[in-house]
């Protein structure tokens, strides 16, 4: 990748319960870290069953060690889900007396890719041998505690699918259901309505408080369940290079430019340096004054700085262009010259075969097979090159198939050699078979970039010694006086901004736009952060955070700041309704429509498996299902609909003819439900009493 490249590159439901981490076969040392700032040895509880921390921080460590690149906490949350899950679900094997014997166990282990495709455990046919896979743990005591755990797992892998077998066998439909279904999309009724649309009313004309958010949350509190919350509110002091530190930079790098004389002590003479212009060797002068390496490779024109690359591209050999900035660089560039063909874009149809790389899974082929289907491909690519596009959808068993093929844009030695010599070595529009170990690829040249080869000196825009010590001063001063001060008075004082507020739970990573701060959510959530608690921290290539507790929420329900958007056009439409209903007077539909301004309407043939109202209005299903219950030109009472109050009144109700067999719809309700046995686990723990203490150890 050339220079310019590598500069923009440096400024740049539930979980499955039983699907355990499968860890190296053979384990080494437990990773001993993660201590812990509590007195607890626990780090919770389910349903009254302590969860030890000491066997919590191995799994967490185990997990963290998985090559997963996971975060601590990460790690910890997926450990803590695992945890609760197991709990809940055990208890239910017991509560069912669940068993299982060896040879489920053994299915169980076998499945498991580390020991039913282990060699060691293979017989000669390459099939599993159980005797074989016994020996080497008698033979072997030093690793019974790992197959004693790995049984232990299969156990209980093996008990969830007797369990899961279960709870889908009595998730069932009767025949009831069926014609209840039939009748809801069969069933039809026409009415007259009056609505008063809540839209009538502006949302300006109805207030709704915090408290009764609140209130609303409590009457609904499964529907606003949340752990406890911090809002934390901060100041941001960058590290990053002033304009005396731009000014320094520029200067250097003109400097670098034109050359410069310096005393020579030992001749005791001034000598003149070369600059970037007349270096004679362009290598050894990039690297030693740039902070990027000099790099050889041609670029092309789309690789280069958007509002520079016209004039980077069209430089003259030895032209030199700049100092421009890009990213956070100061550059200047030299020509080397162009050249032809450096990228090129090409599209392909892989036909593979049994023994390649990526075998078919749609097809089995073998070898001779491929090349013959390869074969026919291109003929009719030949005979129509416009048909490419869609026999790669149909036909290449690669994953660009759904782009018709197309690969983009590579650089050469990207590509398997056949395939980047035919494509290199090829014009644009050329259509060809090669072989790979990947199979038989038939390749549409359909692009090349031509290329610049530049010098670059880049030196990095970044704060000086002396800014970063005024940031930190600034800083530290506004922490200090922060501690005894209104933190947004101090702010506007010192010409800082205040962001935020930022919502955290206790186990969360993320801290607004500066992303991953596991420091900062950590100390909102310690003992001694009360309200108005402040803290400075340092953030890597960042600056300097100076965050404040701003208010603490151990309500058990969800900040009313992220409640409002929810709940407040529900109580408003509410107190909509109450206006909408006191003008709603009159015992027929005209008198009502005239009392509330609006007119009345006719819908002709609703079914209640689809209540749409027509002329945009939607879904109404209490109006609808009220239509329904009314006899012939009975009115109702006003109704709360979705969309406003209607008050309607029957026109005729037609019943569906009735059917002997209601197999269709009972299996239609049948595929709807399918997925009910997932709302298992998750009302296990809605009734569940959990403790988490998570939060007081240092994840």
Not at 227 to 232: A, G, L, N, T, W
Not at 341 to 346: D, T, Y
Not at 410 to 429: E, T, Y
Request: hydrophobic fraction near 40%.
């Amino acid at each position: 990748m050339a220079v310019l490249s590598k500069i923009r590159q440096r400024s740049a439901l539930m979980i499955a319960v039983i699907a355990f981490a499968l860890f190296a076969f053979i384990i080494g040392d437990l990773f001993q870290s993660g201590s812990f700032n509590s007195t607890s040895k626990d780090v919770g509880s389910i349903n009254g069953k302590d969860i030890s921390f000491e066997d919590f921080r191995i799994k967490v460590s185990n997990v963290e060690k998985s090559g997963q690149g996971i975060t601590s906490t990460a790690a910890a949350t997926r450990v803590w889900e695992q945890e609760v899950s197991v709990a809940l679900l055990t208890s239910e094997f017991d509560k069912l007396g669940l068993r299982v014997g060896e040879k489920h166990i053994l299915e169980v282990l076998k499945a498991d890719q580390s020991i039913g495709q282990n060699p060691m455990f293979l017989n000669t046919a390459g099939v599993f041998d159980i005797a074989k896979f016994k020996e080497y743990f008698k033979s072997n005591p030093a690793q019974a505690q790992f197959l004693k755990d790995k049984e232990k797992d299969a156990e209980l892998n093996a008990k969830y699918q007797i369990y899961n077998t279960l709870v889908r066998s009595a998730i069932f439909t009767t025949d009831v259901e069926g014609k209840l279904q039939y009748e809801m999309e069969t069933n039809k009724v026409s009415f007259a309505y009056v609505a008063g649309l809540y839209s009538t009313i502006k949302d300006s004309d109805v207030k709704v408080t915090d408290a009764e958010i609140v209130d609303y949350m409590k009457k609904n509190e499964k529907k606003f369940k949340s752990e406890e919350s911090r809002e934390v509110e901060y100041v941001l002091i960058e590290d990053k290079a002033s304009k005396e530190d731009e000014a320094e930079v520029k200067s250097r790098i003109n400097q670098l430019l034109s050359g410069s004389v310096v005393y020579n002590q030992a001749t005791g003479k001034n000598d003149t340096l070369a600059g970037f212009r007349n270096a004679k060797n362009v290598e050894e002068f990039v690297n030693s004054n740039s902070d990027v390496p000099y790099d050889s490779t041609y670029v092309a024109k789309k690789d280069l700085p958007a509002i520079d690359a016209d004039q980077l591209y069209n430089l003259a050999p030895g032209q030199v262009y700049g100092p421009y900035v890009f990213g956070n660089y100061y550059c200047i560039s030299k020509s080397y010259g162009k050249k032809l063909g450096v990228n090129a874009k090409a599209s392909h149809i892989l036909i593979s075969y049994e023994g390649t790389q990526v075998p078919n899974q749609k097809e089995s082929r073998t070898k001779e097979e491929a090349k013959a289907k390869a074969e026919a491909i291109l003929a009719q690519v030949n005979a129509n090159p416009d048909s490419f596009l869609m026999l790669a959808f149909q036909s290449s068993d690669d994953s660009s198939a759904q782009q018709g093929g197309d690969l983009g844009y590579f650089s050469p030695n990207q590509m398997v050699k056949p395939f980047n010599d035919f494509v290199f070595n090829n014009g644009i529009g050329k259509v060809g078979l090669v072989e790979t170990d990947f199979g038989y690829h038939i390749i549409k040249i359909t692009d090349k970039q031509d290329g610049i080869r530049l010098a670059t000196v880049a030196l990095k825009l970044e704060a000086s010694e002396s800014t970063s010590d005024k940031s930190f001063t600034q800083a530290t001063k506004f922490e200090m006086e922060a501690a005894d001060k209104d933190f947004s008075a101090l702010a506007k004082q010192m010409q800082l901004n205040v962001a935020g507020p930022i919502v955290v739970g206790a186990m969360q990573e993320n801290f607004g736009p500066l992303g991953n701060q596991r420091a900062i959510v950590r100390w909102a959530f310690e003992g001694d952060s009360k309200i108005g608690a402040v803290k400075r921290f340092e953030v890597a290539n960042v600056g300097h955070v100076i965050a404040r507790v701003k208010s603490i929420d151990d309500s058990g329900l969800v900040p009313v700041t992220q409640a409002r958007a929810f709940v407040e056009p529900i109580l408003k439409n509410k107190k909509k309704a109450e206006l909408i209903k006191a003008k709603m007077t009159g015992s027929s539909l005209e008198a009502i429509a005239k009392a509330t301004g609006s007119k009345v309407e006719q819908a002709t043939d609703v079914v209640l498996a689809n209540p749409v109202l027509a002329g945009g209005v939607g879904q109404e299903p209490r109006v609808v299902g009220t239509a329904f219950a009314l006899a012939a030109n009975k009115v109702s009472a006003p109704i709360e609909g979705s969309t406003g109050i209607y008050v309607v009144k029957n026109v005729s109700t037609t019943k569906a003819p009735a059917i002997k067999d209601f197999s269709p719809y009972v299996a239609r309700i049948k595929g709807q439900t399918a997925g009910d046995v997932n709302r298992v686990l998750p009302a296990l723990k809605d009734k569940a009493e959990i403790e988490d203490n998570r939060k007081q150890f240092n994840y």
